[in-house]
């Protein structure tokens, strides 16, 4: 088993905001970015890539948190971290002087989360397997006890994970070739970013529309007049056939949300995502029950799995958002797709950034083999961005999201476009004060 020698973490921009590409209702001007974390061993050729997604400045102080916690990977053999994998995630996301800064949330929490990934990345590259069918290939228990429990075990307890994982073990091989055939359902942000124009949107939406897309998502939340133009554009464009998305990216109180969905239910929208703020549970059910037969979509912002118990709990959310890095990487992600199962609410990740796309093929792969046997009501963000980046290159066909085959879990950028957009020194980033 190789022996993890060093961490190196770079500070990766990509000036997205030019072309306003991933603006929403509160993020006018994004810069998709990450902390791009590699884990280098002792074998040679073998390394480990994770990121987490972050936002322009917001960078650096992720890069900084990481640093402060590569004494969890750096000196240790890959088997002593995965061999005793929860206790080692629970002890790295409770190290003394740094939690107080969560616990399990935020800047802390995202930035660990980069780690755990490479570290699963790592893990799936040592065993020759992409990381989607490393997950599926273990056992109940082995998959169990990479999470910790710790604090949802009111709703799900490691004995309860393992039965619901032993119902459809033995039919997970009918669903791995089914997913090889035809691969997972996407649909796309990309006509749906706010600051486009009329015209640009329009194009956009014929364009997807030809690529086979029937799902499309539009951010709202600006002011009404806007949101219902916006989407009177989308419905002309695609016709009533197709699904349509509303994301407002948490700008409104409850009241307004209700009020705005009432008048945008004209559109028929599937779901509204972040109606609201990602902490307020509460707020999510009032306006769930008032929009309803609108489902409520949340996820990319909700801090780790005791938040997403709650949600799932209490009828807050009809769609599960997990984020690849939001919460503490794939072990937590277990946990909080077991939890969905458990609640019957549909997994469907969210994506909109850089590498978000990659990550989540793996997840919901794995989630449908292994642990919710049903594509109902699932559909994969796809947001086409940036994908030039990445080695293991997406393949998505007719709409559908076709399983990597190449081992590890799909991060590794190509040795260019790191250098070329590393911040502040790479070619991209040298002429620009933008960020500084
Ligand atoms: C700033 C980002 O582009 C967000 O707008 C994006 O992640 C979005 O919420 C999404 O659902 O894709
Ligand atoms: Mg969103």
Redesign the pocket.
């Known amino acids: 088993m190789p022996l993890i020698t060093h961490l190196s973490v770079r500070d990766i921009r990509f000036p997205t905001s030019d072309g306003l590409?991933?603006?929403?209702a509160?993020?006018a001007d994004?810069d998709?970015s990450c902390a791009y974390v590699t884990l280098h061993t002792d074998v040679p050729g073998l390394s480990g890539d994770g990121i987490t997604f972050t936002?322009g400045r917001g960078t650096q102080l992720c890069v900084a948190v990481i640093e402060q916690l590569q004494s969890f990977v750096v000196g240790r053999s890959l088997e002593s971290i995965t061999g005793d994998f929860a206790n080692w995630w629970r002890a790295a996301c409770n190290e003394s002087q740094l939690r107080w800064l969560g616990p399990e949330r935020g800047l802390i929490h995202m930035s660990f989360a980069a780690i755990v990934n490479a570290v699963w990345d790592l893990y799936a590259k040592s065993e020759g397997k992409p990381l989607w069918k490393l997950l599926s290939d273990m056992t109940p228990d082995q998959l169990v006890s990479v999470v910790d429990f710790r604090h949802i075990s009111d709703v799900l307890t490691p004995d309860e994970a393992i039965e619901l994982l032993k119902q459809h073990e033995q039919t997970k091989a009918v669903r791995e070739a089914e997913l090889l055939s035809t691969g997972l359902p996407a649909y796309t942000?990309s006509a749906g970013?706010i600051g486009y124009s009329d015209d640009y949107r329009r194009e956009l939406c014929q364009k997807y529309l030809d690529l086979g897309f029937r799902h499309f998502?539009l951010?709202v939340g600006a002011n009404l007049a806007d949101d219902m133009h916006r989407a009177t554009i989308l419905r002309e464009e695609i016709g009533d056939e197709c699904a349509l998305m509303m994301?407002a990216?948490q700008v409104w109180d409850v009241g307004t949300a209700i009020d705005c969905m009432k008048e945008l239910a004209a559109f028929q929208p599937l779901w509204i995502?972040?109606p609201t703020s990602p902490d307020d549970v509460l707020g999510h059910a009032k306006i769930a029950r008032a929009i309803a037969p609108i489902g409520v979509a949340t996820g990319?912002a909700i801090s780790n799995r005791v938040m997403f118990k709650q949600f799932l709990e209490s009828g807050a959310m009809q769609f599960c958002?997990i984020d690849s890095c939001r919460v503490g990487g794939v072990n937590e992600l277990i946990a909080i797709m077991l939890m969905a199962t458990k609640f019957n609410v549909p997994v469907c990740p969210?994506?909109?950034?850089v590498g978000?796309c990659n990550y989540i093929q793996h997840l919901s792969a794995f989630n449908y083999i292994a642990i919710s046997p049903s594509l109902d009501k699932v559909v994969l963000?796809y947001?086409d961005h940036l994908h030039e980046h990445f080695v293991d290159r997406l393949n998505i066909q007719d709409a559908r999201y076709r399983l990597p085959t190449m081992p590890g879990y799909s991060i590794t950028m190509h040795d260019q476009s790191l250098a070329e957009h590393e911040f502040p020194q790479g070619s991209v980033w040298r002429s620009r004060k933008k960020g500084v």
């Open positions: 590409h991933g603006s929403d509160i993020h994004p998709y936002l942000t970013w998502k951010k994301d990216n995502e972040e990319e958002q969210h994506a909109g950034g978000l963000e947001s």
